[in-house]
Protein backbone atom coordinates (compact mmCIF):
# COMPACT_ATOMS: atom_id res chain seq x y z
CA UNK A 1 0.00 0.00 0.00
CA UNK A 2 1.29 3.34 -0.83
CA UNK A 3 2.51 5.40 2.33
CA UNK A 4 4.20 8.38 2.73
CA UNK A 5 4.75 10.02 6.58
CA UNK A 6 6.37 12.97 7.47
CA UNK A 7 7.32 14.12 10.41
CA UNK A 8 9.90 16.04 12.69
CA UNK A 9 7.74 19.71 12.34
CA UNK A 10 7.14 21.90 15.36
CA UNK A 11 7.77 25.36 16.40
CA UNK A 12 10.80 26.89 16.19
CA UNK A 13 12.10 30.19 16.08
CA UNK A 14 13.72 32.50 13.26
CA UNK A 15 16.91 31.74 12.73
CA UNK A 16 16.34 27.86 14.49
CA UNK A 17 16.52 24.70 12.28
CA UNK A 18 14.88 20.94 11.57
CA UNK A 19 14.56 18.41 10.48
CA UNK A 20 12.14 16.57 8.68
CA UNK A 21 11.17 13.09 7.19
CA UNK A 22 9.99 11.00 5.22
CA UNK A 23 9.11 6.96 5.33
CA UNK A 24 8.07 5.97 2.31
CA UNK A 25 6.87 2.78 1.48
CA UNK A 26 4.84 0.33 -0.99
CA UNK A 27 6.76 1.28 -3.90
CA UNK A 28 10.57 1.23 -5.00
CA UNK A 29 11.81 3.76 -3.57
CA UNK A 30 15.22 3.58 -4.53
CA UNK A 31 13.97 3.80 -8.20
CA UNK A 32 12.40 7.03 -7.87
CA UNK A 33 13.20 10.83 -7.28
CA UNK A 34 11.97 12.35 -4.19
CA UNK A 35 10.45 15.98 -3.47
CA UNK A 36 9.97 17.98 -0.61
CA UNK A 37 6.68 20.00 -0.70
CA UNK A 38 5.08 22.89 1.47
CA UNK A 39 1.88 24.80 1.67
CA UNK A 40 1.44 27.75 3.22
CA UNK A 41 -2.05 29.37 4.64
CA UNK A 42 -4.22 31.10 2.06
CA UNK A 43 -1.02 30.40 -1.00
CA UNK A 44 -0.18 26.64 -3.58
CA UNK A 45 1.78 23.87 -3.17
CA UNK A 46 5.55 24.81 -3.90
CA UNK A 47 8.04 22.54 -4.41
CA UNK A 48 10.95 23.35 -1.91
CA UNK A 49 13.92 20.43 -2.83
CA UNK A 50 14.47 17.18 -4.77
CA UNK A 51 17.19 14.11 -4.69
CA UNK A 52 17.59 11.78 -7.44
CA UNK A 53 16.75 8.35 -7.21
CA UNK A 54 20.51 7.47 -7.27
CA UNK A 55 21.61 10.59 -4.98
CA UNK A 56 23.68 11.93 -7.40
CA UNK A 57 21.83 15.57 -8.03
CA UNK A 58 19.51 17.59 -6.29
CA UNK A 59 17.56 20.56 -6.77
CA UNK A 60 16.19 23.33 -4.42
CA UNK A 61 13.71 26.02 -4.73
CA UNK A 62 15.76 29.51 -5.10
CA UNK A 63 14.17 30.84 -1.80
CA UNK A 64 15.75 27.62 0.63
CA UNK A 65 18.99 27.49 -1.20
CA UNK A 66 21.96 27.06 1.16
CA UNK A 67 19.79 26.93 4.09
CA UNK A 68 17.93 23.72 3.24
CA UNK A 69 19.76 20.57 2.85
CA UNK A 70 17.73 17.13 1.30
CA UNK A 71 19.59 13.84 1.61
CA UNK A 72 18.05 10.55 1.15
CA UNK A 73 18.64 6.96 2.80
CA UNK A 74 17.36 4.19 0.93
CA UNK A 75 18.14 1.05 3.21
CA UNK A 76 15.33 3.18 5.36
CA UNK A 77 13.32 4.08 2.73
CA UNK A 78 13.51 7.92 4.20
CA UNK A 79 14.21 10.99 2.72
CA UNK A 80 15.30 13.67 5.18
CA UNK A 81 15.48 17.53 4.99
CA UNK A 82 17.27 19.61 7.23
CA UNK A 83 16.40 23.07 7.59
CA UNK A 84 18.17 25.91 9.11
CA UNK A 85 17.94 29.90 9.44
CA UNK A 86 14.58 29.30 9.34
CA UNK A 87 12.15 32.44 8.58
CA UNK A 88 8.95 33.28 9.44
CA UNK A 89 7.92 32.87 6.00
CA UNK A 90 9.18 29.04 5.68
CA UNK A 91 6.19 28.25 8.21
CA UNK A 92 4.00 25.72 5.96
CA UNK A 93 2.51 22.22 5.97
CA UNK A 94 5.52 20.41 4.53
CA UNK A 95 4.66 17.33 2.00
CA UNK A 96 6.75 15.15 0.19
CA UNK A 97 6.15 12.95 -2.84
CA UNK A 98 7.85 10.67 -5.77
CA UNK A 99 8.41 12.73 -8.86
CA UNK A 100 9.11 12.16 -12.47
CA UNK A 101 11.66 14.76 -12.36
CA UNK A 102 13.65 16.88 -10.01
CA UNK A 103 13.77 19.74 -12.74
CA UNK A 104 10.65 21.26 -12.58
CA UNK A 105 9.70 20.89 -8.93
CA UNK A 106 5.88 21.09 -9.73
CA UNK A 107 2.73 18.72 -7.79
CA UNK A 108 1.69 18.19 -11.27
CA UNK A 109 5.04 16.01 -11.74
CA UNK A 110 3.82 13.67 -9.11
CA UNK A 111 4.71 10.14 -9.93
CA UNK A 112 1.37 9.33 -7.96
CA UNK A 113 -0.92 11.65 -8.81
CA UNK A 114 -3.72 12.56 -6.65
CA UNK A 115 -1.91 11.13 -3.61
CA UNK A 116 -0.01 13.28 -0.84
CA UNK A 117 0.76 12.05 2.70
CA UNK A 118 -0.52 14.04 5.91
CA UNK A 119 2.26 15.78 5.80
CA UNK A 120 4.07 18.25 9.12
CA UNK A 121 3.34 21.65 10.21
CA UNK A 122 6.25 23.39 10.58
CA UNK A 123 5.75 26.94 12.46
CA UNK A 124 8.58 29.55 12.54
CA UNK A 125 7.90 32.46 15.05
CA UNK A 126 9.19 34.02 18.24
Known amino acids: QLQFVESGGGLVQPGGSLRLACAAS????????IAWFRQAPGKEREGVSC????????NYADSVKGRFTISRDNAKNTVYLQMSSLKPEDTAVYYC???????????????????WGKGTLVTVSS
Open 97 to 115: AAMYSCEYMSPALNFYQGY
Open 26 to 33: GFTFEHHN
Open 51 to 58: IRSSSTST
